[in-house]
């Protein structure tokens, strides 16, 4: 059996809240944290670590978006953002603050569990492409490393480009490091008498 999803409800009216809760209860397995005010949001998400924030706005600002943004952590879990109503470009601005849902016409409970759903899979998916790009960012990086110490192995060395790669394999082998390392140490070595 699975956990309970650890949830975060930003919620100023208590009425309201008690509603939601009560929503999300029959939604969900859940275990629920209710914050009364924004300034109570960083601490309840340092102290919890919730699989997902849900925030429930009448009237979003820009302003209220940013501090949300800063406050909830969008980058490390899922956030959704429910709003009674919308404003020109409110909804592109909380997508590309990291938001993994913007739904409006504000909360229903039967939309509740497919709204968590999507944003659960959706930050999710996003998560993963961020750490495909940075593994993509890293392996080119490592690459051109690679290729200049290859150049210089082949100007030094008067070696053609496989050999020099080669010399580079071997040596990464024999002192048990990565091969990045070795170019990496090379590059930096030639830098410094060049």
Same mark, same amino acid.
């Given at each position: 059996?699975?956990?309970? $999803?650890? *949830?975060?409800?930003?919620?100023?009216?208590?009425?309201?809240?008690?509603?939601? *809760?009560?929503? $999300?209860?029959?939604?969900?397995?859940?275990?629920?944290?209710? #914050?009364? %005010?924004?300034?109570?949001?960083?601490?309840? *998400?340092?102290?919890?670590?919730?699989?997902? &924030?849900? &925030?429930?706005?009448?009237?979003?600002?820009?302003? %209220?978006?940013?501090?949300?943004?800063?406050?909830?952590?969008?980058?490390?879990?899922? &956030? =959704?953002?429910?709003?009674? !109503?919308?404003?020109?470009?409110?909804?592109?601005?909380?997508?590309?603050?990291? +938001?993994?849902?913007? &739904? *409006?016409?504000?909360?229903?409970?039967? !939309?509740?569990?497919?709204?968590?759903?999507?944003?659960?899979? !959706?930050?999710? +998916?996003?998560?993963?492409?961020?750490?495909?790009?940075?593994?993509?960012?890293?392996?080119?990086?490592?690459?051109?490393?690679?290729?200049?110490?290859?150049?210089?192995?082949?100007?030094?060395?008067? $070696?053609?480009?496989? %050999?020099?790669?080669?010399?580079?394999?071997?040596? %990464?082998?024999?002192?048990?490091?990565? $091969?990045?390392? #070795?170019?990496?140490?090379?590059?930096?070595? =030639?830098?410094?008498?060049?």
């Amino acid at each position: 059996m699975s956990r309970p $999803l650890s *949830v975060i409800v930003v919620e100023q009216d208590r009425d309201r809240a008690l509603l939601i *809760v009560d929503a $999300l209860r029959e939604a969900v397995d859940c275990d629920i944290h209710v #914050v009364g %005010a924004f300034d109570q949001l960083a601490r309840a *998400v340092r102290d919890r670590q919730p699989d997902i &924030v849900l &925030v429930d706005i009448a009237d979003p600002t820009r302003d %209220a978006i940013e501090d949300l943004t800063s406050l909830s952590g969008p980058q490390d879990r899922p &956030v =959704a953002l429910f709003v009674d !109503r919308d404003e020109d470009g409110l909804a592109r601005q909380a997508i590309e603050a990291g +938001m993994s849902a913007y &739904v *409006v016409d504000g909360l229903r409970p039967e !939309r509740l569990k497919p709204i968590l759903d999507a944003a659960i899979a !959706r930050f999710q +998916m996003i998560r993963r492409m961020r750490t495909e790009l940075d593994e993509t960012r890293r392996a080119l990086e490592e690459r051109k490393v690679i290729d200049r110490a290859k150049g210089i192995l082949m100007k030094a060395k008067g $070696l053609d480009e496989d %050999a020099a790669y080669a010399l580079l394999r071997k040596t %990464a082998m024999d002192r048990k490091q990565r $091969l990045v390392e #070795v170019a990496e140490a090379l590059v930096t070595a =030639a830098g410094l008498l060049g």
